[in-house]
């Protein structure tokens, strides 16, 4: 007989399950069970600079239809050594307890798990052997915890959930790479070349403008300025027929 499951609930875990495919932590997947939305089990990888580094650990969640008003019930399926992870995988970290919230999910949990995997607590140790270990010897508790690691957390090939690429990432990357492409491949505006004088259209400002008229039948003609070009003054020219009256004169007086 299936299982009642509140719809509320579903809707509720399939949005974060939504948001953690498109936007998931650093080190952390989810896998999901097409004919039940609720088996959920998150992936995590075993952060740098600890022992669990290079193993990837499966945290199971079981909800209720409480969920979010009470947190779901998270376990490791996958074996590890540590003072807060007892034998059976049961977690001991508040936020699955006392300090749970209602906006907390699915993504909050995995991330403090994480978290819970950097900064052991051996103060409320679950696995009372890796507790005392951790205060007693570091280096101790570092060494039996890499080799339970290696065996149980560390796979030949690191799961496919961690190779396969964000859709919504991939879809901003290959945006962000179009739009570069079409910035490159855009042709550049040509400077404008220097504008030619158009001898049809050119409206020339007459040199009457800017030369004050003399009188002098001499200076250029105001008739110049429909030329377009400035007619430079000459100097004034006696007429040839003085020289000949001169002349004139002179032989007179002889």
Known sequence: MATFVNPTVQ????????????????????VTDEDNVLNIVGIIAGPENTPYEGGY?????????DFPAAPPKCWFATKIFHPNVSKSGEICVNTL??????????????VTIKCLLIFPNPESALDEEAGKLLLEGYEDFCSRARIITSVHATPKTRPPEFDEPVKEKKEEKEASSSASTSTSAAPTRPSPAPAEADTENLTSVPITNRVPSTGNPLQPSTNAATTGTTVKPTGTKR????????????????
Do not use: C
Not at 57 to 65: D, G, H, I
Not at 97 to 110: N, R, V
Not at 239 to 254: E, H, M, Q, V
């Open 97 to 110: 307890k006392k300090d749970w919230k209602p906006t907390y999910g699915i993504a909050h949990i995995l």
């Open 11 to 30: 809707r509720r875990v399939m949005r974060e399950l939504a948001q953690l495919r498109n936007d998931p932590p650093e080190g952390i997947r989810v």
């Open 239 to 254: 007429p040839a027929t003085s020289a000949i009256d001169k002349r004139k004169k002179a032989l007179k007086r002889l």
């Open 57 to 65: 650990f499966r945290v199971r969640f079981s909800f209720t239809n």
